[in-house]
């Protein structure tokens, strides 16, 4: 009864918890189409990671007891998700026909998000902002420098949608401390506006047979089996 209580006080902070715990299944259902096992992955456990998030939070609240692991920690494996998510949304938007190369960049994307996460701290997020600015850098200088003709083009209405959700979530990023709302709803707001970001990003880049272009979009080959 006292977790239902500690629920109940939250009054809206509640549907937006859950509204950013569920914020990147839209994004999943993508990679799901696209055939994209690791950034489902990452996706999935995200949406795990983050109901725990949530529950540990309200949980430690009203026993004064972790959920297995303390609320900080949870949001720490889950800071280190949302990066990984971003650099995987980079690779996606780079387009690079070998899958030998895409595969090694998620990979190294995932085990760098984990590392400068570790190096930020639960309050700091400098290494992990200039990941982020690398990664986005990295698509801006291939989309406009080194074109090639194996590059899927993006969409123009989904790419201007994912341009105004991340300016919309950095200047929430940036000025937070200066909104007078309370932090829980900001960060909640945050996560869902980054949610759809995710959404249209991950749209911006049809699938190969949307124009006709040939494109690998399985990380494993398919091979047959005689026991089939």
Known sequence: MEILSSVARLGIGFP??????????????????????FEMFIGIFHVVVSCLANAADVYERTTDAPLFLTTDQWNGMLDVLWLSFLYLLVVHLLSIKNENVNIVLRYAGFSLAWILKLKDGPATHTYSLLMV?????AVVLRRNLFVDKYMLPLRKRE?????????????????????????????????CCLGAFFYFGWKCVPVGGDNGTSKKWDDCDVVSSEFI
């Open 16 to 37: 937006l918890r859950v509204a950013s715990d569920l914020s990147v299944i839209p994004s999943i259902a993508i990679m799901k189409q696209n055939q994209r096992h």
């Open 133 to 137: 600015l690398a990664g986005f850098s």
């Open 159 to 191: 790419m201007a949608t994912s341009v105004a959700l991340a300016l919309f979530c950095t200047t929430i990023f940036l000025y937070a401390f200066d909104i007078p709302i309370d932090g829980a709803y900001i960060r909640a707001a945050f996560y």
